[in-house]
């Protein structure tokens, strides 16, 4: 057996973006011996991507906000399958957890009176985004780094887990590599968290990083945790559509809550037409009243009377409405529509938007300050994830915790902008704190089976004996073809079953894939991990879609376009029924508590 | 569709080569496209590093044709039909694999720096104006280009005695917080070898976040030393009245 290095932790924290390092910040304040395991470099994380900003209702730009309508407006976006308890927290602890960031560093954007700035985003009644230009995420994980290093946290950089190890139920520690030179570390461990971030290379269209490949949905899913609303998957309504090179990188939501607008290529501002009924009463009625909103915001008004812009309607919305404008034949030349700020004037648009004019006019030759830029859906971001427990992060498996993108229930069927940072430092927190208490509570460490760590050995050495087998990257791009023609922005019956009679196929050439070369950082052989996790990720999302027959957020059937009140009580769970099966149950909403409900009753009108 | 001529570094600490590639080349196709392609279709273990492909991560830095770049923002039709495009790792760190260095070193940099340390009694009013010049150094994504680029590090190796112009901006991020009162200044002088910059600018010029390193973060950050070290005076008011 190959030889292999041991680390003993209280906490070990796998994922190093917002969520991990600050679970790892918390549980080392804990007093605990804390790991954190990246799989690139400290700092690398995708959450450096996170352009927009936090959404925290610290009413610094509209006295009117709350938690109460945070609160409201995250259970309305995520179509009420939200876990409600979630939601509340968030909604109460962002607040607090931004002033934290702020309090290690961080400098966001001021107000007039040198408070945190706030800026609107899609589904938020008020300016609620706290921000730095449109490099937010940067902010964050750099000011959480910049805390880390120094709270005696030990980090493992390149490093990826490829088992979590059990000792009876209870979770007892990781299996791993280290990328530069492929040797094997054995990481003993009281209480585990997973903040390993989302799914999206899965996808060949999508905005997100290397790293986003699924790791913590498959280790929780093969440990027997549930994944819950797995067939949520967000459609940023923003990519980059041209050059090919680019296609899928982020276009931020800001650059719409800044005052850009989506046209056709009739110059027809359609998000008029998309808007649905239920909430259209919280939008400007036409382009005038839209124009006044931008004037008001432009002068830099704390509040406005007049409704915002239907551009700023919900994700899951704005994606479906620049698809469906694509297909009828009213798209940009490059198969998206148009999106422009250039009417502001340029010096602004270079203040407010630093990244984005940087990031077009070097990858695609385009000024945004003098023209549209192009723009069409791109995957974003995955709503379902590891079932935890609300207060204390903790999964179905005792020890094993989650936070993050990788954890469900927090944003239900569909999230909004700005709730993705938020969630991390709420619940990154809570999860820092619910395994210190766990791991306190355990006597010793967990004992891990020498045959278990043989069996992790084994699997991870397997491609090399499979020179001959299939290359792990075709194989990737055979994945993107299925999750991209079966469980998109769209979806039907026959087009799932082919998808997942397609992904069994898949399956067994990835038990066949094989790579060259030898084990120093060797991406190759490390694809070849990497694919069997997004493949359960793919077949959770396609069970999981396969099963919800309405359409309701994230989740758009054509053969039911309608959402069904009846399954508005109940989440999807899968989880792992042996012998590679995946099961499938249908679990119900917990009842939420009179005063919750009385609040989503509540109907303020929308005017940020 | 044209072909590019590529020829990529390959091989670790013990030695290497630079290997041909022909490499199809599509419409805003940039260097990192052209390294997942010889991934994809020639070399599946040819080692890189990268993360975002969009400029914001600061992991893919190489020297393409001899300018430390990020390879996910160097595009290919900026290199002219026919030129042959070298791409290899950063010079001035050891080489792990191919294209991927150990760039630990300047975690440990980082590490050394005493952290923000604001006012006990702050009350977090901070006006725009006042943190403009913070936010600039903070736009930092650490692709380390700066650090591979000055000589200091590079040519005379002396990672002994200076922190490199990364950690000039962190330390600047810091020293002009409005609200930070940690003094790094001994620091700077005595270990972090600000003194061996001799303003070259090699820095400023090759950083993507076009961070005036040299002229907003490192001159001012000399003159605070030469106020500290050499003006008895002005270091008699800083101590009595403390900073700002
Ligand atoms: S200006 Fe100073 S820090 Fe920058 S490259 Fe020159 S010597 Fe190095
Ligand atoms: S200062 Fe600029 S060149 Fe240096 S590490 Fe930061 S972003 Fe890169
Ligand atoms: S891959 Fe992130 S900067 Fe190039």
Known sequence: ?608 | MRNAQMRVFRGDATGGDFKEYTVPVEDGMVVLDAIHYIQREIDPDLAVRWNCKAAKCGSCSAEVNGRPSLMCKSRMESFAEGEIIFVEPLRTFPLMRDLVTDVSWNYEQNKRIKPFTPKEDAKWVMYQEDVERVQEFRKCIECFLCQDVCHVLRDHDRKDAFIGPRFMVRVASLEMHPLDQGDRMKFLHDEGGVGFCNITKCCSEVCPEDIHITDNAIIPLKERIVDDYYDPIAKFFKTIFSKN
């Open chain 1, 1 to 608: 057996m190959s030889n292999y290095e041991i680390r003993e932790h209280d906490v070990l924290v796998i994922g190093a973006g917002g969520a991990g390092l600050r679970a790892a910040i918390e549980a080392s304040a804990q007093g605990l011996k804390v790991g954190l395991v990246c799989k690139s470099l400290l700092g690398k994380a995708h959450t450096v991507m996170a352009e927009g900003g936090i959404a925290a209702a610290m009413a610094t730009v509209d006295a009117r906000d709350g938690w109460q309508t945070h609160f409201r407006d995250t259970m309305i976006g995520g179509k009420y399958l939200n876990n409600w308890r979630m939601a509340q927290l968030h909604a109460q602890e962002a607040p607090e957890c931004v002033n934290e960031l702020e309090r290690w560093g961080a400098v966001f954007d001021r107000t007039h009176d040198g408070k945190i700035l706030q800026r609107a985003f899609g589904g938020h009644t008020y300016k609620r985004l706290c921000h730095v230009g449109d490099r937010t995420g940067l902010e964050l994980i750099r000011t959480l780094q910049d805390k880390g290093v120094h709270s005696g946290i030990d980090v493992y950089m390149e490093c990826t887990i490829s088992r979590l190890l059990k000792d009876g139920d209870k979770i007892a520690g990781a299996f791993g590599y280290f990328r530069e030179d492929g040797r094997y570390i054995l990481f003993k461990a009281k209480a585990i968290i997973l903040a390993t971030g989302g799914v999206g290379r899965a996808f060949s269209v999508t905005s997100n990083s290397w790293e986003y490949t699924a790791d913590g949905h498959a280790l929780a899913y093969e440990a027997g945790a549930d994944l819950i609303d797995m067939e949520f998957v967000q459609f940023h309504p923003t990519g980059m559509v041209w050059p090919p090179g680019v296609r899928g990188i982020l276009v931020t939501e800001a650059v719409r809550g800044e005052g850009g607008k989506l046209r056709n290529s009739d110059g027809e501002r359609f998000m008029f037409k998309y808007l649905p009924e239920a909430t259209k009463a919280d939008y400007a009625a036409d382009e005038t009243e839209a124009e006044r909103w931008l004037e008001d915001t432009l002068a830099g008004k704390l509040r406005t009377d007049y409704r915002r812009p239907p551009e700023l309607s919900t994700r899951d919305n704005v994606a479906r409405a620049i698809y469906t404008e694509v297909k009828a034949g009213r798209g940009s030349p490059h198969g998206g529509v148009f999106l422009d700020i250039s009417y502001q004037p340029a010096d602004r648009v270079r203040k407010k938007l630093p990244s984005m004019y940087h990031q077009f006019k070097d990858l695609a030759d385009v000024d945004i300050t003098k023209g549209p830029m192009e723009v069409g859906p791109t995957m974003h971001y995955i709503m379902g994830g590891i079932k935890v427990d609300a207060d204390t992060a903790e999964s179905k498996v005792p020890g094993l915790f989650a936070a993050g993108e990788c954890s469900g229930g927090m944003h239900g069927a569909n999230r909004l902008g700005g709730n993705s940072l938020s969630d991390l430092i709420v619940f990154g927190r809570r999860a820092g704190r619910g395994a210190a208490d766990y791991a306190a509570r355990q006597s010793g460490l967990p004992k891990i089976s020498d045959a278990e760590v043989k069996a992790a050995i084994d699997e991870l050495e397997a491609p090399f004996k499979r020179a001959s087998g299939p290359n792990p990257y075709k194989l990737q791009l055979k994945m993107h073809e299925i999750a991209g023609s079966s469980f998109g922005i769209f979806r039907e019956e026959a087009d799932m079953q082919k998808g997942l009679a397609d992904l069994e196929k898949l399956k067994e050439e990835i038990k066949q894939v094989g790579c060259s070369g030898g084990k120093n950082y060797n991406p190759g052989w490390h694809l070849c991990r990497d694919l069997s996790n997004m493949l359960i990720a793919v077949e959770a999302i396609g069970r999981s879609a396969q099963s919800r027959k309405e359409s309701r957020g994230a989740h758009s059937r054509l053969d039911f376009p309608e959402t069904d009140d009846n399954l508005g009580h109940e989440n999807t769970a899968v989880s792992h029924a042996g012998g590679g099966q995946m099961k499938l149950v249908k679990t119900p909403l917990s009842e939420m508590p009179a005063e919750l409900k009385d609040l989503l009753k509540k109907k303020e009108t929308a005017h940020a």
